[in-house]
């Protein structure tokens, strides 16, 4: 049986090809400010930050959804913001935040009930325009009371708007010193091609990381997770060709399903994994998890970290207890024979 240690140390791991080591698991904030509140909030950044962690994750769109209304995005900058001055963390921090996912007018996305109507989604995000994108920064810089964001998203693929005209706004941010590096989320392989070619040829800052959806359970092929990419073998192609470029790996444990069948009911987007291939991962996760004594989802964690090209998870979370264990997956150690096992069905 493993022993999971309940106390972490964090390694940390370079960046891409950049000269920066950041914590080999990256803190996702998203629910912070609004499901979590500012107390659980602090309890996490505070215990991150002892265990060796300084890789943190929000947008300037978390987490609108979250309520009845109450919220606008805000939240979880204005939190992770106020722990940065409170603690006078803000150097300890590599700070990553996106734009291009905030909703142009809210109240249109509700009912009268109050009722989110998803399917005006994709209608109401905000133009990835140069105007937007540098009132982005300038109002995530403000709600997270700093002068300077380390990793700066594209947060979503805008084709409404010249991609060069997207690219040469984020250039300006890097030029200014209001971000460091630039990044991309949900952008497909042949999108981040391009905009990389169109960065080189024009003398722009280029960019060094790529945040999609990426688990052990794999989509059915032609799934449809709207604006939202998953990883899928084009990109990792691409990725091992490009190690400059790097993966992280968001809602790894898919809204919890590899521990609690319930969870895996309740989810939204099972009908995009369902397949007879999906149930025989799903059973042999688990039943590798329960050889080695851990959790399937901490298993999920310690395969992520382990595939080639290299990936950084976020950690995702809606508690404490949730938060530590989801941490506690470091410590579990996957060789060759079990990396193999994982990918082959049970003997």
């Known amino acids: 049986m493993t022993q999971v240690s309940t106390r972490i140390e964090l390694k940390k791991t370079p960046l891409g090809a950049t000269e920066e080591r950041v914590s080999e698991l990256c803190l996702g904030c998203m629910l912070m400010g609004s499901s979590i509140g500012q107390e659980e909030s602090f309890r996490v950044l505070d215990h991150f930050r002892s265990s060796g962690g300084n890789f943190m994750d929000t947008a300037n769109c978390y987490a609108w959804w979250v309520g009845a209304g109450e919220n606008v995005g805000d939240e979880s900058e204005v939190v ?20 291009g996912g905030r909703l142009r007018d809210l109240s249109a996305m509700r009912d009268a009930s109050g009722e989110i109507d998803w399917s005006l989604l994709p209608d109401n995000y905000e133009l990835q325009n140069a105007q937007t994108i540098r009132r982005s920064m300038d109002e995530s810089l403000r709600r997270l009371r700093t002068d300077r964001v380390d990793l700066f998203y594209a947060h979503i693929m805008d084709e409404r708007v010249p991609l060069e ?26 999108r981040l091609r391009q905009a990389r070619e169109i960065c080189q040829r ?28 998953n990883v899928d073998t084009e990109l990792l192609r691409y990725l091992k060709e490009n190690p400059e470029v790097q993966l992280l790996a968001y809602s790894p444990l898919l809204k919890g399903l590899y521990d609690d069948d319930q969870k895996r009911k309740a989810y939204y987007a099972w009908g995009q994994f369902e397949s007879e291939a999906s149930w025989e991962r799903l059973r ?64």
Do not use: H
């Not at 992770?80 to 734009?99: C, H, I, P, S």
């Open 202 to 229: 024009e003398g722009w800052a280029d960019i060094v990381a790529i945040q999609q959806q990426y688990s052990y359970l794999q989509p059915n092929a032609g799934a449809d997770f709207g604006v939202m990419r």
């Open 284 to 347: 042999r996760i688990r039943t590798r998890a329960a050889e080695m004594g851990v959790l399937p989802s901490q298993l999920v964690y310690a395969w992520l970290m382990s595939q080639r090209p290299k990936v950084i998870p976020l950690l995702g979370f809606s508690r404490f207890d949730q938060y530590l264990s989801n941490l506690q997956s470091v410590a579990i150690e996957l060789g060759e024979e079990m990396l193999g096992r994982l990918e082959r069905a049970a003997e």
């Open 165 to 190: 005209e997207t690219l040469e706004a984020l250039n300006s941010l890097v030029e200014t010193g209001k971000a460091r590096y630039l990044g991309c989320s949900n952008y497909s392989t042949e």
């Open 80 to 99: 992770l913001g106020k722990w940065m001055r409170e603690r006078r963390a803000r150097d300890q921090v590599f700070l990553a935040t996106k734009e």
